[in-house]
């Protein structure tokens, strides 16, 4: 899950030290910033990771490999809270889209 509150800051723009007190941005080269796009993929493949490692932890339990129980099902929460992030996420995307194609030029 800090996995994908580093990538909505890194969106964002800015990092947090406490609860709300924003840092100075990380000062980089002019060719190091990451595009839209860049930071969508890298979401996606944190919540792709999410799910595998939940699946992996739930497989090894009904195996009989593991006998935490709790972690994977705390595993399997994040993994579906990540997803309904997506998911949101895309929504959000898809209303912009729309919004912007309905504008009259």
Same mark, same amino acid.
């Given at each position: 899950m800090t996995q994908i509150y580093e990538l909505i +800051? @890194? *969106?964002?723009?800015? +990092?947090? *030290?406490?609860?709300n007190e924003p840092s100075q941005p990380e000062s980089t080269s002019v060719g190091a910033t990451k595009s839209f796009g860049d930071t969508l993929t890298?979401? $996606?493949?944190?919540?792709?990771?999410? @799910?595998?490692?939940?699946? +992996?932890?739930?497989?090894?339990?009904?195996e009989g490999k593991s006998d935490n129980l709790a972690q994977a099902m705390?595993?399997?929460?994040?993994?579906?809270?990540s997803f309904q992030l997506m998911?949101? *996420?895309?929504?959000? $995307? $898809?209303?912009?889209? +729309?919004? *912007?194609?309905?504008m009259q030029v």
């Open positions: +800051q @890194s *969106i964002q723009g800015t +990092q947090t *030290i406490g609860k890298d979401f $996606l493949d944190v919540v792709n990771d999410n @799910s595998k490692e939940a699946a +992996q932890q739930v497989t090894n339990v009904i705390m595993s399997m929460e994040e993994s579906k809270l998911l949101e *996420i895309r929504t959000k $995307l $898809l209303e912009s889209y +729309q919004e *912007i194609s309905r």
